[in-house]
């Protein structure tokens, strides 16, 4: 049982990862976390979506997970005596189709408020992959190509095309802000997995409490960064003038210092997680060290890559394929990947580190600069 919390009731069991699993979680303050673990549409790696439920100035569910889960979601809260109905407020960590995919559903039977970060709204039109590919770099050009190379193109599907028909029909009663506090939860912004994502944080005094993370921190696996981009037009037109900068919500160095952010909590804050609080078998109940932990991890993916590069100029392709595992490259994880390390190739280019020669290949300049943004976090 992890220290925060007293007791951990399972009130459905799940299949190896969690899907179905429902849960009861009581703290020292004899506060109740109402959690269920609503499948993702097809397959996913990272697991299923928590949805968390419990009482801050009325019935609150963070993330009701994808629109074909709701069944499994109604089902669960009514183990633990909740209905869909009571539900007065409803958050949105970040609008990605396994967190934001059941809002209409669960809207529509609870005529519950919307709250999402203001930034959220006016995205609402864009498809969020959409939004990273917009750039025209160097770096994303070879990214293109090498993409190309590997048989890869993006596709929709038809539960694509339902989520997106879906989101534009959201309407945000609330906007949060960064810093708003809103009974026992203050929010944060926490960009860089996901331009609007946010934190929600329940403080019981100095380093103590909990935080309800979304994708921004998880355990066991490393959150997708987003890559640099830009904006145009229509997306420009859209966002209000203080969110018009990508390079304030997207990038690897904003993921950096988000995750900083968290980490700032205090290592023994709680973590409830959108994704992997049980997997194989086993419970993973964390702390805000993992923040910590996700910081040191991409610091040492930095230094990696930077070794790959070498002195001579290198294909994306060869640094991608010597950056994972090959086992982790297998099927649809290659583009994945490559986007991955495209998004530290930026930082190592910002930083004066890595240059991107005029034929798109990758040589290291031999200086390490890239350290010093980190301890800057």
Known sequence: MPDYFTEVDVLRNGDSAGNGMTLRLTDSHGRTIHTVAVPQEGHSHTGPTWAYIFENEGLTLIDPGAEASFELLRTGMALGGLEVGDIERVIITHGHADHDGGVARVIEQS??????????????PFDPRDLQFMASSPIHQAMWETAKANGFSPSNSEERERYMASRKTHQVGHHIAHGEQQGELKYMHAPGHSPDEICAVIDNGPGSGMVFTGDHVLPEISPHPTMKTAFNGPVLNSLPIHYQDPDDSFGLLTYLRSLQRVADLGPEVAVLPA???????????????????????????????????????????????????????????????????VAHIELLEDSGDL???????????????????????
């Open 355 to 377: 240059e991107v020669t005029d034929d798109h290949k990758l040589r290291r300049t031999g200086r390490e600069n890239y350290q010093d943004l980190l301890r800057a976090l």
């Open 275 to 341: 994704h992997r609080l049980y997997n194989n078998h086993k419970f993973n109940f964390q702390t805000t060290q993992r923040a910590a932990d996700l910081i040191r991890f991409h610091a040492r993916r930095l230094g990696r890559i930077l070794v790959t590069a070498g002195p001579e100029p290198q294909p994306l392709e060869d640094v991608t394929r010597q950056t994972f595992e090959r086992r982790k490259l297998e099927g649809g994880n290659f583009f994945a990947a490559l986007t991955e390390v």
């Open 111 to 124: 005529g519950a408020e919307l709250w999402a970060h203001d930034i959220y709204q006016p995205l609402l």
